[in-house]
């Protein structure tokens, strides 16, 4: 079918200009010369010289810190992603009861996550889990002495990922709109047919949600994987690299080293992995994920 | 006696329920708070105790705080931040109206492919592009100065909120455009008469995710900006936590709670905005 345009239609087209543009220049053409830097050596003093898969091997083979840091990576991801789901969720759970004051507590819980990965909140979390900070003052109370949150390797990477966890505000914003959208008929209906709590929460709130839970679940996962400020900060990266992401190997190859190429080459895998974990998700998703459409209209 | 019973239970159930969110809400604020406290305490008093009173009040931290690490002060970085983000919040509310104005009202070539492209950038990885963008703003001359933040700004260099502009401009009534239409309105007048107006709650929401980030970022000017003299507060807190001053602790917690505050005073402003924001995009944070 030829769909005729008329004259004003493509007014539309000088409105979304700037996108095209900016989508031209700041993403597309980076995203294209990141894949041929990525073959390349290249220190910004010389033009890039073509390397093969150098960069690649190089990665897998002689650079003992990336599969460090792409642990470390993923154990952050493992740690935050689903501790600040179950968060946000169970929160949002409460908050949709028809409580008093309900408000003053919504506004409670997502202040922290306003300040988002920056510089003030890290620096708080410092404080707050030095060795001799306020969170060891407070477990001294319960007789719990002295532990080293973020200088003892095994432990230091919880500690960091905690800030994100505490930090579940707009998933829980999300949540609860979607909570509030599930009609109560499903409820009473439940409640006639004599099912326990247990059961209406897993028969309806679950399958209800979960076109948000899904989408929480990818978005979380996407930024978590590039995340940078707050172990650079709390941390950078110590003690014995424990908390060092993929984020800050490409952030020490292309901005202390300027090993452009190299760093290109490692936000492509990055890249890469990031997708193989959406993929998961949105291949998964088809069998939790309920939409209501598919019922009946379709 | 069951009805009773049950009255009694639910009365527990319900006290219980606020006892948690009460106990989980203190758990949430009080690192915040203690900040603020612990600007106004000495430092022998910081680590000393819980409590967010400070037993005796200091105020110089904020005083000397402020002097940052001699060569500037922190109300350099206060401003420069300010230049930096003032711009890309108006640029960004504008280009992001104009792109959405043009996908939610147009039906032009192509539209159907680009808007899923903006759908797409909305959920790939950015880092990606980290690199080549570094080169190609360094090929620009664009170093060490504000152009990086304020010049992409201008092109709704950010999908979520052009994704945002665009489902709430489709659920805004069309009879009053199509009457401007008959009355002979362009579809610019159209916009800037009829359409922006009605999208001001976007807009606002727009504005303040916008400010929030920009105010916060630290990446961005950690990579583009080198000369102190033009550091944002993000890196004039980072550079004091550094320097070896860094004993003052109240100094820093000062400075911390002046570089929040503008956020929370937003935060408190609007907060409506913020949850409106959140529910119609689902943008992350």
Redesign the interface.
Known sequence: MVVR?RK?????????L??????L???L???I??FY?SFSDYT?LKPPRYVGLYNFIYMFTKDELFPKALLNTIKYVIITVPLKISFALF?AI?LN?K?RGINL?R??????????????IS??????F?K???VN??LS?FGIEGINWLGDPRIAMFSVSLLAV??F???M??FL?RLKEIPSELYEAALVDGASRLKMFTKITLPMISPIMF?NL???T??A??E??GPY?ITGGGPVNSTYLL?ML??DN??KYFR?GY??AL??V??VI?LIF?AFIFRSSTYWTYYEYDEGRF | MYSQNRKAKNTIS?LL??A??IL??IF??Y??L??VS?AFKSNDEI????SLIPRKIVTDSFIKGWQGTGQYTFGRFFVNTIIITVPVVLFTII?ST??A???A?????L?KL?FS??VA?L?L????????????F?FFGWMDSYKPFII?S????SPFF?FMMVQFMRGLPKEMEEAAIIDGCN?LQILIRITAPLCKSAMISIGIFQF??TW????GPL?FINSVEKYTI?LG??MC?DSAAAIA?NQ??AM?VI??LP??II?FAA?KY??EG??TS????
């Open positions: 345009y004003k239609d493509f007014v539309g087209f000088l409105y979304i700037p996108w095209l543009i900016g989508f220049i700041f993403r053409y980076p995203f010369m990141s830097y910004m929160v409460i009861m409580l507590f506004t409670v819980y997502y202040l922290p996550s306003i300040f988002g990965g920056s510089v003030v620096i708080l979390w410092r404080f707050l030095m001799e900070g306020i003052k407070f109370l505490w930090q505000g707009s998933s914003v999300l709109a989408f990818v978005m979380q996407i930024n994987f590039q940078f400020t900060i984020s490409i952030y292309a901005f452009m760093a290109a936000s492509w990055q890249f990031i959406t | 319900l329920t606020y948690f969110l989980f809400g949430m604020i690192p915040l203690w900040v612990a680590f000393t105790s819980l280009s104009l792109v104005y043009g996908f009202r147009f039906n032009f070539p539209k680009f492209i903006v950038t959920m990885p950015d880092s990606v592009n980290l690199i080549p963008r570094y080169i190609l360094n992409p201008m092109f709704a260099s052009i579809s929030i980030w916060n970022d630290f990446f990579i993000a807190l980072r936590v602790w820093i917690m911390t570089a929040m956020c929370i935060f907060q913020f949850v959140i529910a689902g943008i992350k944070g």
